[in-house]
């Protein structure tokens, strides 16, 4: 068995967003095996339990991810994570995987496969509300997809904006308020908000928007009311009703199931699609095991390795 660490040095984030894509594609056809997450509430947060099987890529484990949202000043991240993959024919562990930049690699993939298919543009001025390791992913992922003329960043710590800005220097980058931010082609969202930090009336006609925030039940990013304004496509139905953006305004009957336009696999198949250039199209972004399957046999090929035998 191996243990593999500082796995997301030398992945190319191409390929990662290729073979997420790949992912949602599989899901779209109804070909992976993937129950919902399942969350465990701790005193100052939660950690939640992945599994899956991915038939095309021949893989199949378990992720364990955390979040809590103390961490930092305890010099720690918020979300670590950890993904353990299995031997098909035996069930043996064949290797236990750090997965906590995985993690943001993988979910900045989903973002960027979103914004590919789902915006009006294939050249963009980006808005970005949040400042955080997810911001940063889902720019580094979103811009081998589309080609980014400007970034708008609006943040709560001045201190933090001016770290993301430097981090993305070949890009000109403002700092913003967060309707001046909202003024963008694609918008992204990182927040951990359990109240609307976006306005319907920011949002003007064409705007893709990924929702990656709110990732637990009580989070939301949206205010209800563009929602309704929106297609809204999800990355898994299940995941996205418990603990998606959409689950504060279902649970309050803001917001109705049926009102889903689709998943995002759905999308990558053609099976559903934006429905005109002045469509508003929101991704409801959860994350899902299947994607954490899809980077960890990158991972694998070219991640540091330990051998830890077993059993």
Not at 19 to 40: C, N, T, W
Not at 71 to 99: E, F, K
């Amino acid at each position: 068995m191996q243990y593999l660490t500082d796995t997301d040095m030398g992945l190319d984030l191409s390929e990662v967003n290729m073979s997420v894509e790949s992912a949602f594609a599989d899901h779209g056809r109804g070909l992976v095996q993937m129950p919902p997450k399942v969350y465990i509430t701790l005193p100052e947060g939660d950690f939640r339990t992945m599994p899956a099987y991915l038939p095309s890529l021949s893989i199949a484990g378990v992720k364990i991810v955390n979040v809590h949202p103390n961490n930092p000043p305890r010099g720690l991240p918020t979300v670590m994570a950890l993904t353990i993959i299995l031997d098909l024919a035996t069930g043996q562990p064949v290797a236990v995987i750090n997965a906590t930049r995985l993690t943001d690699m993988r979910t900045g993939a989903a973002g960027a496969v979103a914004a590919k298919y789902l915006s009006a543009k294939k050249e963009i001025v980006l808005g970005v509300i949040g400042t955080g390791r997810q911001a940063e992913a889902q720019v580094a992922a979103i811009s081998r997809e589309l080609k980014i003329t400007e970034i708008r960043v609006h943040g709560r710590n001045p201190v933090h904006v001016r770290k993301f800005a430097d981090r993305f220097m070949e890009f000109p980058c403002h700092a913003m308020t967060p309707e001046k931010a909202c003024d963008c082609d694609v918008l992204v969202t990182t927040t951990p908000s359990t109240a609307p930090v976006v306005k319907s009336e920011w949002i003007h006609e064409g705007t893709h928007i990924n929702a990656i925030g709110a990732d637990a039940p009580g989070k939301e990013e949206l205010d209800p009311v563009l929602l309704r304004r929106a297609q809204v496509f999800v990355d898994d139905p299940a995941q996205a009703i418990h603990s998606g953006e959409i689950n504060v305004p279902i649970s309050k009957g803001l917001y109705r199931t049926e009102e889903i336009a689709g998943t995002l696999g759905e999308v990558v198949i053609g099976k559903k699609k934006r429905l005109s250039p002045n469509a508003i199209t929101i991704f409801d972004s959860t994350g899902l095991a299947i994607q954490d399957l899809a980077i960890a046999k990158i991972a694998m090929q070219h991640g540091r390795k330990f051998e830890l035998p077993f059993p």
